[in-house]
Structures are given as structure tokens and as C-alpha cells.
């Protein structure tokens, strides 16, 4: 270790401690009466605001008013518990609880409070404070919703697409591949951000077990993802109040880019987490229990979170006089930003009909529901086409895949009424019987293994084949093999048609080259077979 | 002690007013700080007073003995209510209640200071004088002594506080510099 002379250490000090004025302000205080469970009983604090932030001791523990009574102040407590006690004097701060964000986030993991927790050092670059409460845009600041979001999974883009500025819901029992939906959206969004036009992508995870985000976190990192991604974390051992905050955290992270004039994605794995925790917190507090014991503002957690999902007029005057713009980024503001949200729900024993399901359900605008049963059949993504809908997306859907999949949900949902009935019967008249093959066909394509997120010219080339029914002659268990192949083909001999494919390009010649693709593709696999 | 505020706050209120219409407001005030003080120095009182074990005979015998010369008959018959309800163990909170109601209609302002070291009367002199300026009330001054403040002092005037402690300035430069 080489010496240090005192004469350095002094230099260093002074220039740490530049810019450094202690000054002694009138602070507000009040009187710890109860400390517990994470939440802390405060005497005094008359003229705290609800939802400010407290500074509860000297080592940076905080709290957040939550609920103001007549003779004391009901606060969560961000931290550890145990650093309180009763009879500790705890300050006001003046200041709604907020997290510092900026490009330096990107690839990092950070917890509810922004700061990092995977050991890389402290953020970089500069850092603006967004509220982690803020009101959502008001109506004449949006736009519909009219710009694709491509998730790269056949079935989604194609029957149920997600626009950006969405909210879309995932729902699902446990080991549906919830999650594995999220992380194939955020491995696509990476074409984006090679072009130049990235799509930040956040994914909150929610008292979840800290082995399954890390293991988020490696695949991410595996597929490259990790560039314009940023991941909060409130782990199932973290107290309750960081696990209801983190979603918070993430539209905070969401909002700096969509006001900046950048398109984010945000998921949060998931609410029913969170919304246990809250009513844990609002049990302590208190609060009235309603059904199922949450209490009677937990429509109101997710609606509020949610609304903040939107696309901003592409205006910059009109996107700079939005409503509630922190001040930290006013001089960035931007239009033509968008937050997409994508909430997921677990639901026990597929029963949507409970609570926070049917909560979700009617604040978002459509969901994709996976099931079971599906899965075990092996249909992964597992994904029930009859009951999920997106209600806004058809406005965003690439012009050429809405041609292609048009009919493709209605194929599939006809398919699927066929089939019950045809298990009876054995004669079939032909028609049936072509509405079965293709049908059984279609299933067969919209398999798609994880991490394998597709292209869209490749999804409208493959889906082509399905439901213009060139595939009728090929045995099933060649299917995948046929994506393959004409991926293939059309990648080597016609790299112009997938180019005008990606523009968002169709007309007869397109199709007809498909179509003689396919016929090829398939004479090559049946010659094998042979 | 303030587990129940809003009861503490009410009992106090009703002893205010009666004390007030026999005036003997002055006397109660006094009481009550003997009161207070006799359960803030012994714990055992109150924990004595909460066990369901003991009679409430012997819980009334004690406290007539306790009290029976030193407080005005008002206030005896007052804490002879109080333990026939089965609220003795909230006397000390009520006590400190009455005594924040008194200041309150008196407009008179507490106020401590907490330093590491203790003052030498010509400071307690010159601080008492600076605390009444931030005032314009009458003012109950309290010192207390709390080395770990390092150095520098607390002035704590209700719920308003001005913190020139070294301790303070300290976490305030580990906050700076991030560490």
C-alpha cells in the first residue's frame, strides 16, 4: 500500500467537504408514542401532510405519513423497525417521498427507494427526483393509444397486441409463465434499442423470493437486456411498506422517460403481492377491513398506479404545460413520450371472479389470461386466446399483421367450439374437418418456446402459412420445423420482402412470394419425410 | 404513560373547568405537578394501581395515604373518582395532561434545552433570556444534560426543535460526503 502523506489526506478532505454549509433550521418534530410490526405510532408532527416523508433518526431510516388522527400520526416505517424506539424524537421533512432518476439507472438493480442493491457502486450521471405519489396526466395531455408495443410472441402480437401507453394485464394461476411472458417482452424490446429507438423496459418484482429475481436479472443479463432495463426489487423478506412502494418506484423510473418524450415499459410482478402488503399495513394502521379484509382504497392503489400508464401528445409545447411535472425535470420535458404498464395478477385455482382480480381486470384495458391446463397440454405461452382481449391495442396493431391474423382469433375460437363437438362424433363432414385441421394447425404454430422472442416479419410470414391454410398437407410434428425452414428461406433468398415486411408493408406480391415459400418449404420437408 | 391521549386529554379538561369555577386553579396546577411527580419517580405506582390483584380498597388506601395532606380536598375527591372508575394507572398521563391544558390557557411555553456538558448560571442565564425572545409567552424553562450530542445543544420549544448539536452536523457531513 503506498503512504499517505498527511498534507494529501487534508487536501482530500477539503475537497470532500467543499460545498458543505451545515446550517441549523427550525425543525418540526413530534414523539415516538409506539413502534412495531413497521409501523410507528407519532405524538406531535401536527403539521405533517399526509404522504410526507419523516426522518426518523439520524442513520437515514424514513417513514411516510399515512394516516393523520386527532392525537397522532400513523407512519410506515421504510427500513428496519427495530432502529426506533419509544420515546425516539423523529423530524419533518417538507418533502413527499421521491427517488432520484436518470439514464444511470439502466442495467442496475435498485430497491424501493432507488438506491442500488447489486453491489455496481452508486448511480451515475445526473439524477432528477421524481415523487414516487404523483397525479397521472390529465385527459387533454394524452393520446390514444395508436403506436405498437411488439412483445415478440406470436400469440399476443397477433390475436391480443399491446399498444404503447397500454395497460395490459397478465393474469394467471401460479407456473403459468406469467413472468416468462414479461422477460420474452423485455428480451424483444432490444431490436428497438439497436435501432436507436429503444424502449426502456422496468420490471418490479414484489415480495418475491430474492433467488427468482436474481435469476430474472442473469437471464436478462444472458440476452443483453439488462442495457435499457432497470429492476426494482422489494423482496418477500423486505417490510411490507417497501414491497407496496416499489410498483411506485417503477412508474416514478416510467414516468422520467414518458416525459422526457421516450418510451418506457413497466411490469409489476406482481399486484396481488402488493396489495397483501398494503392491507397488512392498513390492518396495523387500523384501517377498516372490507372484503377479504383489504381495505376499502386498495381499488384505489391500483387505479392510481395504473392511470399513470399513458402516451403524451407528440406536441412539446402542450406536453410541457402537463399537470404535475416535478421540477427537477421541467427544463426536459418532451411530447411523444409513452409508459406502457403491464400488470401481473396470480389467481388462485384460475377463480377471477376474486378481488383483486376483478379489480384489475376492469382498471386495465384487456388482459391475457394463461391457464393451467393449457400449459400441462403443452400450449406454452399458455395463453387462453377465447377470454383475452385487449381492448385498445386493434388501433396499434401493425397494418400488415391485422391483415394476416385478422381472422385468427375467430378461426381459433371456432376451432375450439369444433373440437368439443367433434370428440362425440366420428363422421365430420369436410368443412368441419378443414376448420379442425387448421385449427389444430394454428395451435401448433402459436407454440413458441421462451426467450425466443420473433420478429413481426417473422410472425406475419409464419402466421401467413397458418390461417391462409398452406399447411394442410404437412404432418404436425413437422410444424416447428417449418417455421424454421421458411424463416430461413425468406431470411436468405427474399431479405427484400422481409425488409417490407418490417415497414409495415403488404400487397399481392408479398404475399404471393410467401406463398410460393411456403410451397417450397413444405416439398423440401415432405421429400424428407419420403 | 400516553397510551390514551384523547382520555388523558378529556379527564384533564373536566378537572380544568371544575377547578376553574371553585378557583383553586392555581392550587390544582401545583398539585397536579406533585401529582405527576410522585408517579414519574415510581414506577411501582403505577404498575400497582393497574394489577387486577390488589383490592381497591388497599389501591384507595395507598393513595390516601399518599396524598391525603399535601393536595386540596377537590383534587383528593378527584383522584377518589378516578380510582373507582379502575383508571388509577392513567393518573400520571391525566397529570401530565392537566399540566399541558394549564399552559395552554395560561399561554405559557415550555421549553428545553438539552447540551452535552453543564451550564454555568451566567449561560442558563443568557439562554433563558434568547428562549423567551422566540416567544412571546411566558416560559417554563427545563435544562437537561445528554452527552451523546457530542457537543453544541437542543433547543426544543413544543414540537418545533433547532438542532446545533455536533452530532447532528456530523450526520449531516456523512450524508454529504455518502458514506
Given at each position: 500500500?503506498?503512504?499517505?502523506?498527511?498534507?494529501?489526506i487534508?487536501?482530500?478532505?477539503?475537497q470532500?467537504?467543499?460545498?458543505?454549509?451545515?446550517?441549523?433550521?427550525?425543525?418540526?418534530?413530534?414523539?415516538?408514542?409506539?413502534?412495531?410490526?413497521?409501523?410507528?405510532?407519532?405524538?406531535?408532527?401536527?403539521?405533517a401532510?399526509a404522504?410526507?416523508?419523516?426522518?426518523?433518526?439520524?442513520n437515514?431510516?424514513?417513514?411516510?405519513?399515512?394516516?393523520?388522527?386527532?392525537?397522532?400520526?400513523g407512519?410506515?416505517?421504510?427500513?428496519?423497525?427495530?432502529?426506533?424506539?419509544?420515546?425516539?424524537?423523529v423530524?419533518?421533512?417538507?418533502?413527499?417521498?421521491?427517488?432520484?432518476?436518470?439514464?444511470?439507472l439502466?442495467?442496475r438493480?435498485?430497491?424501493?427507494?432507488?438506491?442500488?442493491?447489486?453491489?455496481?457502486?452508486?448511480?451515475?450521471?445526473?439524477l432528477?427526483?421524481m415523487?414516487?405519489?404523483?397525479?397521472?396526466?390529465?385527459?387533454i395531455?394524452?393520446?390514444?393509444?395508436n403506436?405498437?408495443?411488439?412483445?415478440?410472441?406470436?400469440?399476443?402480437?397477433?390475436?391480443?397486441?399491446?399498444?404503447r401507453?397500454q395497460r395490459?394485464?397478465?393474469?394467471?394461476?401460479?407456473?403459468?409463465?406469467?413472468?416468462?411472458?414479461?422477460?420474452d417482452?423485455?428480451?424483444?424490446?432490444?431490436?428497438?434499442?439497436?435501432?436507436?429507438?429503444p424502449?426502456?423496459c422496468?420490471?418490479?418484482?414484489?415480495?418475491q423470493?430474492?433467488?427468482?429475481?436474481?435469476g430474472?436479472?442473469?437471464?436478462?443479463?444472458?440476452y443483453?437486456?439488462?442495457?435499457?432495463?432497470?429492476?426494482?426489487s422489494a423482496t418477500?423478506?423486505?417490510?411490507?411498506?417497501?414491497?407496496?412502494?416499489?410498483?411506485f418506484?417503477?412508474?416514478?423510473?416510467?414516468?422520467?422517460?414518458?416525459d422526457?418524450?421516450?418510451?418506457?415499459?413497466?411490469?409489476?410482478?406482481?399486484?396481488?403481492?402488493?396489495?397483501?402488503?398494503?392491507?397488512?399495513?392498513?390492518?396495523?394502521?387500523?384501517?377498516?377491513?372490507?372484503?377479504?379484509?383489504?381495505?376499502?382504497?386498495?381499488?384505489?392503489?391500483?387505479?392510481r398506479?395504473?392511470?399513470?400508464?399513458?402516451?403524451?401528445?407528440?406536441?412539446?409545447d402542450?406536453?410541457?404545460?402537463?399537470?404535475?411535472?416535478?421540477?427537477?425535470?421541467?427544463?426536459?420535458?418532451?411530447?411523444?413520450?409513452s409508459?406502457?404498464?403491464?400488470?401481473?395478477?396470480?389467481?388462485?385455482?384460475?377463480?377471477?371472479?376474486?378481488y383483486?382480480p376483478?379489480?384489475?381486470?376492469?382498471?386495465?384495458?384487456?388482459?391475457?389470461?394463461?391457464?393451467?391446463?393449457?400449459?400441462?397440454?403443452g400450449?406454452?405461452?399458455?395463453?387462453?386466446?377465447?377470454?383475452?382481449?385487449?381492448r385498445v391495442g386493434?388501433?396499434?396493431?401493425?397494418?400488415?399483421?391485422?391483415?394476416?391474423?385478422?381472422?385468427?382469433k375467430?378461426?381459433?375460437?371456432?376451432y375450439r367450439?369444433?373440437?368439443?363437438?367433434?370428440?362425440?362424433?366420428?363422421d365430420?363432414?369436410?368443412?368441419?374437418?378443414?376448420?379442425?385441421?387448421k385449427?389444430?394447425?394454428?395451435?401448433?404454430l402459436?407454440?413458441?418456446?421462451?426467450?425466443?422472442?420473433?420478429?413481426?416479419?417473422?410472425?406475419?410470414?409464419?402466421?401467413?402459412?397458418?390461417?391462409?391454410?398452406?399447411?394442410?398437407?404437412?404432418?404436425?410434428?413437422?410444424?416447428?420445423?417449418?417455421?424454421?425452414?421458411?424463416?430461413r428461406?425468406?431470411?436468405?433468398?427474399?431479405?427484400d420482402?422481409?425488409?417490407?415486411?418490417?415497414?409495415?408493408?403488404?400487397?399481392g406480391?408479398?404475399?404471393?412470394?410467401?406463398?410460393?415459400?411456403a410451397?417450397?418449404?413444405?416439398?423440401?420437408?415432405?421429400?424428407?419425410?419420403q | 404513560m400516553?397510551?390514551?391521549?384523547?382520555?388523558?386529554?378529556?379527564?384533564?379538561k373536566?378537572?380544568?373547568?371544575l377547578a376553574?369555577?371553585?378557583?383553586?386553579?392555581?392550587?390544582?396546577?401545583?398539585?397536579?405537578?406533585?401529582?405527576?411527580?410522585v408517579?414519574?419517580?415510581?414506577?411501582?405506582?403505577?404498575?400497582?394501581?393497574?394489577?387486577?390483584?390488589?383490592?381497591?380498597?388497599?389501591?384507595?388506601?395507598?393513595i390516601?395515604?399518599?396524598?391525603?395532606?399535601?393536595?386540596?380536598?377537590l383534587?383528593q375527591?378527584?383522584?377518589?373518582?378516578?380510582?373507582?372508575k379502575?383508571?388509577?394507572?392513567?393518573?400520571?398521563?391525566?397529570?401530565?395532561?392537566?399540566?399541558?391544558?394549564?399552559?395552554?390557557?395560561?399561554?405559557?411555553?415550555?421549553?428545553?434545552?438539552?447540551?452535552?456538558f453543564?451550564?454555568?448560571?451566567?449561560?442558563r442565564?443568557?439562554a433563558?433570556?434568547?428562549a423567551k425572545?422566540?416567544t412571546?409567552?411566558?416560559?417554563?424553562?427545563?435544562?437537561?444534560?445528554n452527552?451523546?450530542?457530542?457537543?453544541?445543544f437542543i433547543?426544543?420549544?413544543?414540537?418545533k426543535?433547532?438542532?446545533?448539536?455536533?452530532?447532528?452536523?456530523?450526520?449531516?457531513?456523512r450524508?454529504?460526503?455518502?458514506?
Amino acid at each position: 500500500m503506498s503512504e499517505l502523506k498527511p498534507s494529501e489526506i487534508s487536501a482530500i478532505l477539503r475537497q470532500e467537504m467543499a460545498g458543505f454549509h451545515p446550517e441549523t433550521e427550525l425543525e418540526e418534530t413530534g414523539t415516538v408514542l409506539q413502534v412495531g410490526d413497521g409501523i410507528a405510532r407519532i405524538y406531535g408532527l401536527s403539521n405533517a401532510w399526509a404522504g410526507e416523508m419523516i426522518a426518523c433518526n439520524d442513520n437515514g431510516l424514513t417513514g411516510i405519513v399515512l394516516n393523520l388522527e386527532e392525537d397522532n400520526a400513523g407512519i410506515v416505517l421504510l427500513g428496519d423497525c427495530r432502529r426506533l424506539r419509544e420515546g425516539d424524537i423523529v423530524k419533518r421533512t417538507g418533502r413527499i417521498v421521491s427517488i432520484g432518476v436518470g439514464e444511470g439507472l439502466l442495467g442496475r438493480v435498485v430497491n424501493t427507494l432507488g438506491r442500488p442493491i447489486d453491489e455496481k457502486g452508486p448511480v451515475e450521471g445526473d439524477l432528477y427526483q421524481m415523487p414516487l405519489e404523483r397525479k397521472a396526466p390529465g385527459v387533454i395531455y394524452r393520446q390514444p393509444v395508436n403506436e405498437p408495443l411488439q412483445t415478440g410472441i406470436k400469440a399476443i402480437d397477433a390475436m391480443i397486441p399491446i399498444g404503447r401507453g397500454q395497460r395490459e394485464l397478465i393474469i394467471g394461476d401460479r407456473q403459468t409463465g406469467k413472468t416468462g411472458i414479461a422477460i420474452d417482452a423485455i428480451i424483444n424490446q432490444r431490436e428497438n434499442y439497436e435501432k436507436g429507438e429503444p424502449v426502456y423496459c422496468i420490471y418490479v418484482a414484489i415480495g418475491q423470493k430474492g433467488s427468482t429475481v436474481a435469476g430474472v436479472v442473469e437471464k436478462l443479463q444472458q440476452y443483453g437486456a439488462m442495457d435499457y432495463t432497470v429492476v426494482v426489487s422489494a423482496t418477500a423478506s423486505e417490510p411490507a411498506s417497501m414491497q407496496f412502494f416499489a410498483p411506485f418506484t417503477g412508474a416514478a423510473i416510467g414516468e422520467f422517460f414518458r416525459d422526457t418524450g421516450r418510451h418506457a415499459l413497466v411490469f409489476f410482478d406482481d399486484l396481488t403481492k402488493q396489495a397483501i402488503s398494503y392491507r397488512e399495513v392498513s390492518l396495523l394502521l387500523r384501517r377498516p377491513p372490507g372484503r377479504e379484509a383489504f381495505p376499502g382504497d386498495v381499488f384505489y392503489l391500483h387505479s392510481r398506479l395504473l392511470e399513470r400508464a399513458a402516451k403524451i401528445l407528440a406536441s412539446d409545447d402542450m406536453a410541457a404545460r402537463m399537470n404535475d411535472i416535478p421540477d427537477s425535470i421541467k427544463h426536459k420535458v418532451k411530447g411523444g413520450g409513452s409508459l406502457t404498464a403491464i400488470p401481473i395478477v396470480e389467481t388462485q385455482a384460475g377463480d377471477v371472479s376474486a378481488y383483486i382480480p376483478t379489480n384489475v381486470i376492469s382498471i386495465t384495458d384487456g388482459q391475457i389470461f394463461l391457464e393451467s391446463n393449457l400449459f400441462h397440454a403443452g400450449v406454452r405461452p399458455a395463453i387462453n386466446v377465447g377470454v383475452s382481449v385487449s381492448r385498445v391495442g386493434g388501433n396499434a396493431q401493425m397494418k400488415n399483421m391485422k391483415k394476416v391474423a385478422g381472422t385468427l382469433k375467430i378461426d381459433q375460437a371456432q376451432y375450439r367450439e369444433l373440437e368439443a363437438f367433434a370428440r362425440f362424433g366420428s363422421d365430420l363432414d369436410p368443412d368441419t374437418q378443414y376448420v379442425l385441421d387448421k385449427g389444430v394447425r394454428n395451435m401448433e404454430l402459436l407454440k413458441q418456446p421462451q426467450y425466443k422472442p420473433l420478429p413481426a416479419e417473422e410472425q406475419i410470414v409464419i402466421l401467413y402459412c397458418g390461417t391462409k391454410g398452406l399447411l394442410m398437407d404437412l404432418p404436425l410434428k413437422k410444424i416447428k420445423q417449418f417455421e424454421q425452414e421458411i424463416i430461413r428461406y425468406m431470411r436468405e433468398k427474399k431479405p427484400d420482402v422481409m425488409d417490407q415486411l418490417k415497414q409495415d408493408v403488404i400487397n399481392g406480391d408479398i404475399m404471393e412470394t410467401i406463398e410460393s415459400a411456403a410451397k417450397d418449404t413444405i416439398q423440401l420437408l415432405l421429400d424428407q419425410v419420403q | 404513560m400516553q397510551q390514551n391521549i384523547v382520555l388523558n386529554k378529556r379527564y384533564a379538561k373536566a378537572l380544568l373547568t371544575l377547578a376553574g369555577e371553585n378557583n383553586v386553579l392555581e392550587r390544582s396546577y401545583a398539585d397536579m405537578k406533585t401529582i405527576h411527580r410522585v408517579f414519574a419517580q415510581n414506577k411501582e405506582l403505577s404498575v400497582l394501581l393497574k394489577s387486577p390483584v390488589i383490592r381497591l380498597s388497599k389501591k384507595q388506601n395507598i393513595i390516601n395515604r399518599l396524598f391525603d395532606r399535601s393536595i386540596h380536598p377537590l383534587m383528593q375527591n378527584y383522584v377518589r373518582i378516578i380510582l373507582r372508575k379502575q383508571r388509577g394507572f392513567m393518573l400520571e398521563g391525566i397529570a401530565l395532561a392537566y399540566l399541558d391544558e394549564y399552559k395552554k390557557l395560561h399561554g405559557i411555553e415550555k421549553i428545553l434545552l438539552i447540551t452535552a456538558f453543564p451550564m454555568d448560571d451566567q449561560i442558563r442565564q443568557q439562554a433563558v433570556v434568547a428562549a423567551k425572545r422566540l416567544t412571546d409567552c411566558e416560559v417554563e424553562f427545563e435544562h437537561k444534560i445528554n452527552p451523546d450530542i457530542i457537543g453544541g445543544f437542543i433547543l426544543r420549544l413544543g414540537e418545533k426543535q433547532y438542532n446545533a448539536s455536533v452530532k447532528h452536523r456530523l450526520s449531516l457531513l456523512r450524508t454529504h460526503m455518502n458514506l
